[in-house]
């Protein structure tokens, strides 16, 4: 929004405004006893103290509206507000609704030099005899615009005359149709209403340029005292204002007795449009809001931004669809809700965002957005740790390691001692890494973590994107911290994106209102996080569904053969179950569970989120051509520990076993199973 000034310069004070100093001084300090040459000395040295300077009308923005877009800027998402306003120019507000407004509030705007010496007459006597009468107060329009933007609301005589001197040099700076401009889109109209776009708009549902007599009267008599005149609760005293408004309209000949009487009755069959606040997909909205606020200025957020977001309406409805869908089948297994986030890990556009199965079921914390909500990934977390091994350049997916029990000192454990077992019970002996993650062993991804560290795990979680608490224990790599589902997908993004991290946004352009783009998705570059050969490597484990059959099957394989990369994860008393997996373009986050911590009936990730994540990927990825992950100029395939498989190239031969592993054996090879 810009608005032309007149120029202006510091300069002493124009006989003008001694006058008004003057006149202030007899008319509100004579009257207390003060003596007139006294009064005035005394008003002009308090008046004139720190004085604001008229041409900072505008200095700090307007409070307008932001609003939330989907991806095509099309559809409305939801829009939030310090105060409920848009700006419209004088030339699109209904030339009626003008004439109402001086009519209501200040019928000699366009002759007075910024203060009306009657008005102030009339507001002494009243203020003097406790009165309050007459259509319209004693402070003009632009004395009510100096007093919102740049006084206090303090009821004092020395403010009141600041008022007056300002509203004399604000009217030297700016045109009438600009100070006139500037109140209608500042004053409150009642109903979180703020400016006469905002207040069209919500009590009749149309544009102020389409305001008629009648809804303009009616909305012009509410500036005085929206809440007593408030024509929702208050329909008779909204009436009788609005009477009071077309009489000085029609005794100022703006309009005749004939078209006043006519809207006094269609005003009486007014049916008011109240103010809903309709939000499209609220956990993802509020998620944007929130990370607005901590991405663009609070001065620049308070004049209101229009903002288009990444979600995809589209495909959003199909992952809420899914997931509620699919947790209802679980409903006799002790689940009540879902969540799902899905990105794309080459710009971190976040796609959907699926919070709960029911946003307004209070009985199961609807309101709670279980996608950025702190919960215990379970195993999902262990291709972290496999990660930051194969980074080090040392271990391959063919180095081996030993899968049988072992004994860890525990001071929190009854006996002093941590004995970890494996979700299905057993020990598979001497295994690689390839299949000891494919199919989730717990031992060796705890021997994992071990030869890279606990305190190196951290840290490479951190680079990933994981931001919340991590203990320093021996079950990290098995999910003993708390992570967000969308940390954790951003996480798993690096590995679908060759080591190169996005970070997750809700944003593919932030503007001002006046069009000024203040971020856009386009100007992001990721960073680096890991090696291209360990998130390849990762990724090929992850990716070959052979590889966990013997724990898995193939209830995670996609339809047509599509090739994904996909782990699950749960806790051990099955409070959460996870998959998260991806291909090149697209990687997707499931979590499934209650939210309230409640144990399920013993879902598995592969079986509850799982299915989620499956079902989800088939049907956004149906018709898309098939994406394979490209293997990097510096990892090839060849013989490796006696088996074919990936390794570096130009690094030293790698080693073949990792601690605990004991000596190296022929690994036990993986069943072959028909595919899903």
Known sequence: MLIRRRSFREQAPRPRTLLIVLLSGLLLLGGCGIGVAG??????????????????????????VTSLYDRTGAQ?????????????????????????????????????????????????????????????????????????????????????????????????????????????????????????????????????????????TILAGLVQA???????????AALDRQDDVLSVMVRYQMVTQAEADAARLEAEAFAYKQLRTDIKVPHF??????QLSRRVDPEALRGGLSVITTIDLAQQQMAQDI???????????????????????????????????????????????????????????????????????KFLPATTV??????????????????????????????TLRSALANSYNIPALLVQETIGTKELVRFARALGIVTPLPEVESLTLGAGTVRLLDMVGAYAAFANDGIRVDPTPFLRISSKSGTVIWDATEVRGERVLPSEAAYMVTSVLSENRARYPMFGTVLDLAGGRIAAVKTGTTNDYKDSLTIGYTPSLVVGVWVGNTDSKPMMQVAGSLGAGGIWKEFMDTW???????????????????VCGVPELLYVGAPPPQCGIAGAGPVRTPRPTPDLPPA
């Open 39 to 64: 009064g005035a000395r005394l008003a002009y040295t308090a008046v004139m103290r720190d004085l604001p300077k008229a041409a900072d009308l505008k200095s700090r923005p307007m409070a307008q």
């Open 76 to 216: 409305l998402l939801y829009e939030f507000y310090v105060e409920r306003r848009f700006w419209v120019d004088l030339r699109d507000v209904s030339p009626v609704m003008i004439r109402a407004t001086l009519a209501a509030e200040d019928v000699s705007f366009y002759t007075h030099p910024g203060y009306d010496v009657r008005g102030i007459i009339r507001a002494v006597v009243n203020d003097l005899t406790r009165r309050r009468s007459g259509t319209q107060g004693g402070s003009t329009i632009t004395q009510q615009l100096v007093k919102r933007l740049l006084l206090s609301s303090e009821q004092t005589y020395i403010r009141k005359m600041r008022e007056l001197v300002l509203a004399v040099q604000v009217e030297e700076v700016y045109s009438k149709d600009e100070v006139l401009e500037l109140y209608l889109n500042q004053v409150f109209y009642g109903n979180q209403s703020y400016g006469i776009e905002a207040a069209a708009l919500s009590y009749f549902d149309k544009h102020a340029s389409d305001l008629n007599l009648a809804e303009a």
């Open 226 to 236: 929206p809440s007593d005149y408030d024509p929702v609760i208050n329909p008779k």
């Open 285 to 290: 909205a509020f998620f944007a809001r929130e």
């Open 323 to 393: 997931v509620t869908k699919r947790v209802a089948g679980l409903k006799s297994q002790r689940v009540n809700n879902g969540a799902l986030a899905a990105i794309n890990p080459r710009t971190g556009e976040i796609l959907a965002m699926v919070g709960s199965v029911d946003f307004n079921n209070a009985e199961i914390d609807g309101q709670v957005n279980v996608a950025t909500s702190l919960r215990q990934p379970g195993s999902a977390f262990k291709p972290l740790a496999f990660a930051a091994l194969f980074a080090t350049r």
């Open 402 to 431: 030993i899968d049988e029990a072992i004994t860890r000192p525990d001071a929190s454990a009854p006996s002093g001692i941590y004995r970890p077992v494996n979700y299905d019970g057993k020990f598979h002996g001497t295994v």
């Open 621 to 639: 990825l149906k018709g898309q051509p098939q994406e394979t992950f490209p293997m990097p100029a510096t990892v090839r395939t060849g013989m």
